[in-house]
Nanobody
Framework: QVQLVESGGGLVQPGGSLRLSCVAS????????MGWYRQAPGKQRELVAR??????IYADSVKGRFTISRDNDKNTVSLQMNSLKPEDTAIYYC?????????WGQGTQVTVSS
């Protein structure tokens, strides 16, 4: 049973940075896609960034500001978030796409406010 645990959320001022981490309970095949999603109040959950092997994709709203990375030896996927904006405020979730199912983490709150 794969479990994902996110950390690194918090309160930050506009223009600031945060780094989110997601640790898997078991070693994951590097071919499994892992991603970060977010859900703001009253909005649908949306893809932020996703990494599969060495390939990455980003939402247009975060391109140039956020960077996703993966450390297969540590079973970790991270999201470096720079130049944060108030509209980045949301609960951020980690997800892994296995061959037959997907697993979500419990989420970590990111609040960007002065």
């Amino acid at each position: 049973q794969v479990q994902l645990v996110e950390s690194g959320g918090g309160l930050v001022q506009p223009g600031g940075s945060l780094r989110l981490s997601c640790v898997a309970s078991v070693r994951l095949f590097s071919g499994y896609a892992m991603g970060w999603y977010r859900q703001a109040p009253g909005k649908q959950r949306e893809l932020v960034a996703r990494i599969t092997g060495g390939s990455t994709i980003y939402a247009d709203s975060v391109k140039g500001r956020f960077t996703i990375s993966r450390d297969n030896d540590k079973n970790t996927v991270s999201l470096q978030m720079n130049s944060l904006k108030p509209e980045d405020t949301a609960i951020y979730y980690c997800k892994v796409d296995l061959y037959t199912s997907s697993v979500w983490g419990q989420g970590t709150q990111v609040t960007v406010s002065s």
